[in-house]
């Protein structure tokens, strides 16, 4: 048998059935339902690596934002796979030592990271509905901006349907998720918020509904090609690249309730595995515990903040009433100064309701949104554990099946058939082979997750730190501007003679 690592592993049961490769759960048929637009005016927020350019690059980049689209470009032959692309367990010359597997330092992956610095702006604007009725769709201009080699252009834009977008998940969850990278998922579908929109759009909560979806598609593209794997995926270049793509089928479990009852019918495929790990690493012990506690907690904060949302909403509502019975009692007061005083306050109280509103899409727009990402980013990186498992389980499944090869050759040779003693030979030795692969397989896809949680715990720390500044400082101007209010108001309370 081929040499293994020092790991000893737990005593075998009884060898199942080999599993095939697991595939995601999806189902028949596509639908635009619940895909949303934007507001042309949006503001996009770009991810920049901020690494110098190549050398062949001399020409001055465009802006990204213009609305002169760049020259034509030609499809990428992309979108179907052969299994051998997709197989995890190919033939490898990927080796193990002791060394290679120790656990990498937060210092060691800012290091690995930094190799693999890239430059790639990209926003998502300006919608375009297209078609009429219930039967309609909405496309999005996807524009992007780079100075990496790997593309045509610096800067270019394409247009793209909400299926497009869930359809690049599953490309990406088929291939990429079996090497234990975390692949951030996309916003959910909303049949009721795309009604909505279809219905009408000068509704609030059409308009809110509306610049909900545009930020969430937008930090779901900047966190996939930001991630230096799935950027040099063939699919994501195509989607960024390519003017038009083949319709996206099989989407409709790709969002909402389909999403999580797939992350959960994939861990509950784990938990029902015949033989179970004995994790003898207490690292990722620990940091599946961690990840399971923060994500209760996530969800308690989430709901908190969605309380806060609609607390400082119906203060508006009650603010902008309580603005109109002080203008109303103004009108009828025979005092002039008292008079004006109230009609003074009844507009400080307008004012009032309006800073409620912003104070209300601040809380939602930069603390609700944030925690609602990280709620599914959390289930995404459930998925790469449960991968380290079953390539665990596809390890021990090829041990026990080794061992029983070996018994079938002993009781070939205790039954002197040399006539089948040559196939059993082959046999074992194809079965040692893949002990091997499956092994190596198995440390490669552990040190993968290992440097994919660490690179999410950095990523997860630098956008909290953004966010909570970008709150602070909207609530610091809030605040200002409430002080500003009444100081200048105080003048006509003291005038009331």
Not at 316 to 341: H, I, P, Q, W, Y
């Amino acid at each position: 048998m081929a040499a293994s690592s020092d790991r000893i592993p737990p005593p075998l049961l009884p060898a199942k059935e080999e599993p095939g490769a697991a595939t995601p759960d999806m189902a028949d048929g596509d639908s635009d339902e619940g895909e949303d637009i934007f507001f042309n005016n949006s503001v996009p927020v770009a991810v920049s690596r901020g690494v110098s350019q190549p050398d062949n690059v001399n020409e001055q980049t465009p802006d990204l934002f213009g609305e002169e689209e760049a020259g034509s470009t030609t499809a990428i032959s992309n979108g179907v796979h052969s299994d051998d692309d997709n197989d995890l367990f190919a033939a490898s010359s990927f080796t193990t030592s002791p060394a290679a597997l120790q656990p990498t330092s937060l210092e060691q992956m800012e290091e690995d990271e930094a190799e693999d610095s890239f430059d790639v702006d990209v926003a998502v604007t300006n919608p375009e509905k297209v078609g009429d009725g219930m039967g309609a769709y909405v496309a999005y201009k996807v524009s992007t901006r780079t100075s990496l080699a790997m593309f045509r252009n610096k800067t270019f834009s394409v247009r793209r349907r909400f299926s497009d977008f869930l359809g690049l998940y599953e490309k990406l969850s088929v291939k990429q998720s079996l090497h234990g990278f975390i692949i951030p998922p996309p916003p959910e579908k909303s049949v009721v918020g795309m009604t909505k929109v279809k219905v009408g759009m000068d509704d609030p909560s059409s308009v809110e509904f509306v610049e909900r979806r545009r930020g969430a598609l937008e930090r779901y593209l900047q966190r996939v090609v930001s991630h230096p794997s799935l950027l040099q995926d063939p699919d994501v270049r195509e989607f960024l690249e390519r003017e038009e793509l083949p319709r996206a089928v099989s989407t409709q479990a790709l969002s909402g309730a389909g999403f999580l009852k797939m992350i959960n019918k994939a861990s509950d495929a784990v938990n029902k595995m015949t033989i179970k790990m004995n994790e003898s690493d207490t690292w990722f012990e620990d940091k599946f515990q961690e990840m399971e506690n923060e994500e209760q907690q996530l969800r308690k904060l989430q709901a908190v903040v969605d309380s806060l949302v609609n607390h400082r909403k119906e203060l508006c509502g009650s603010t902008a009433v309580f603005a109109k019975s002080m203008a109303m009692l103004g009108n009828s007061e025979d005092n002039t100064a008292l008079s004006r005083a109230l009609s003074q306050l009844a507009e400080v109280e307008d004012k009032m309701e309006q800073l409620h509103q912003e104070q209300a899409a601040s809380d939602f727009f930069i603390f609700a949104e944030l925690l609602a990402d990280y709620i599914r980013l959390m289930g995404a990186m459930r998925g790469c554990f449960d991968q380290r498992v079953r390539a665990w389980q596809r390890w021990q499944e090829s041990q026990s099946t080794l061992q029983k090869k070996r018994e079938s050759e002993a009781k070939l040779l205790w039954a002197n058939k040399p006539d089948k003693l040559q196939q059993a030979k082959e046999e074992i030795t194809e079965w040692e082979s893949r002990v091997t692969q499956y092994e190596r397989d198995f440390d490669r896809i552990g040190m993968t997750v290992r440097k994919e949680v660490l690179r999410f715990e950095k990523e997860k720390a630098k956008d909290f730190k953004s966010q909570i500044m970008k709150y602070l400082d909207a609530m610091l101007q809030s605040q200002q501007r409430i002080v500003t209010f009444w100081e200048a108001f105080l003048p006509e309370a003291k005038a009331i003679a």
